[in-house]
């Protein structure tokens, strides 16, 4: 599943950091990887899928993109890791890149694009792990 997400990483990211949109195209492809991936392996603790659903909804409503609600739906699905330190990881790297946008720009942009943030988050996250 890594090797999917790595080689989609650098569309989704290029998509989303000139249209702020993730096509589906890609998180389609992603979720038959998943699929796949799922029926190999398993879904894991269901406490696990439980508390990703929490944080997904939670992101939800405070006005996060579909598009990286389902890219991020799939990473916490595929993976068996603590949800909210991966999410925390990925805010982390979103403040980084607001203060990089606001540094070079002079203002505090509106809307970032998340996908870069999630990629970054994901191999930090591995990584450290």
Same mark, same amino acid.
């Given at each position: 599943?890594?090797?999917?997400?790595?080689?989609?990483?650098?569309?989704?990211?290029?998509?989303?950091?000139?249209?702020?949109?993730?096509? +589906?195209?890609? +998180?389609?492809?992603?979720?038959y990887c998943a699929l796949?991936?799922? &029926?190999?392996?398993?879904?894991?603790?269901?406490?696990?899928? =439980?508390?990703?659903?929490?944080?997904?909804?939670?992101?939800?409503?405070?006005?996060?993109?579909?598009?990286?609600?389902?890219?991020?739906?799939?990473?916490?699905?595929?993976?068996?890791?603590?949800?909210?330190?991966?999410? &925390?990881?990925?805010?982390?790297? &979103?403040?980084?890149?607001?203060?990089?946008?606001?540094?070079?720009?002079?203002?505090?942009?509106?809307?970032? =694009?998340?996908?870069?943030?999630?990629?970054?988050?994901?191999?930090?996250?591995?990584?450290?792990?």
């Amino acid at each position: 599943m890594n090797i999917a997400l790595l080689a989609l990483s650098v569309p989704i990211c290029i998509a989303d950091m000139t249209s702020f949109v993730i096509p +589906n195209i890609y +998180n389609k492809i992603l979720f038959y990887c998943a699929l796949t991936y799922l &029926a190999l392996v398993g879904i894991g603790q269901l406490r696990q899928v =439980a508390v990703s659903l929490v944080i997904l909804i939670l992101l939800h409503l405070i006005g996060t993109g579909m598009g990286d609600l389902k890219l991020l739906a799939i990473i916490l699905l595929t993976h068996s890791f603590n949800a909210a330190e991966y999410i &925390a990881f990925v805010f982390i790297v &979103a403040l980084v890149h607001i203060a990089v946008m606001t540094a070079f720009h002079r203002a505090i942009p509106s809307k970032i =694009a998340l996908a870069p943030s999630i990629f970054i988050g994901l191999g930090t996250y591995l990584a450290t792990r």
